[in-house]
Nanobody, 127 residues
Framework: QVHVAESGGGSRHVGGSLRLSCTLS????????MGWFRQDPAKERKAVAV??????TRYADSVKGRFTISRDDAKTSFLEMSSLKPEDTGIYYC??????????????????????WGQGTQVTVSS
């Protein structure tokens, strides 16, 4: 069973920066897709950024140029958030795709492609 743990949430003023971290555990010899999602008021989790097995990335239009997803090994990823806006406020979830290799696709940019989820971390941006 894959376990997902996020950290790094907090409160910032508009224009500030924040770094979220995500660590996977419970498996060996796999490099799944990892993604960051934000829960909207309707409780739907929308993709913010996804990184695949080879380091390929995809971003939501609303965060392009401001957020950067990276991974330093098979089990750790980061979301660097800068130029924060009030609309970035929300609960951010890290998620792992199925074990094995993956590529960023339209499908892998959806919550349906991710079976393993963390507990979420709150990000609040105030003016």
């Amino acid at each position: 069973q894959v376990h997902v743990a996020e950290s790094g949430g907090g409160s910032r003023h508009v224009g500030g920066s924040l770094r979220l971290s995500c660590t996977l555990s419970g498996f060996q010899r796999s490099r799944p897709c990892m993604g960051w999602f934000r829960q909207d008021p309707a409780k739907e989790r929308k993709a913010v950024a996804v990184i695949d097995s080879d380091g390929g990335t995809r971003y939501a239009d609303s965060v392009k140029g401001r957020f950067t997803i990276s991974r330093d090994d098979a089990k750790t990823s980061f979301l660097e958030m800068s130029s924060l806006k009030p609309e970035d406020t929300g609960i951010y979830y890290c998620a792992s795709g199925p074990l094995g290799l993956c590529k960023v696709t339209d499908y892998s940019f959806t919550a349906h492609a991710f079976p393993y989820w963390g507990q979420g971390t709150q990000v609040t941006v105030s003016s």
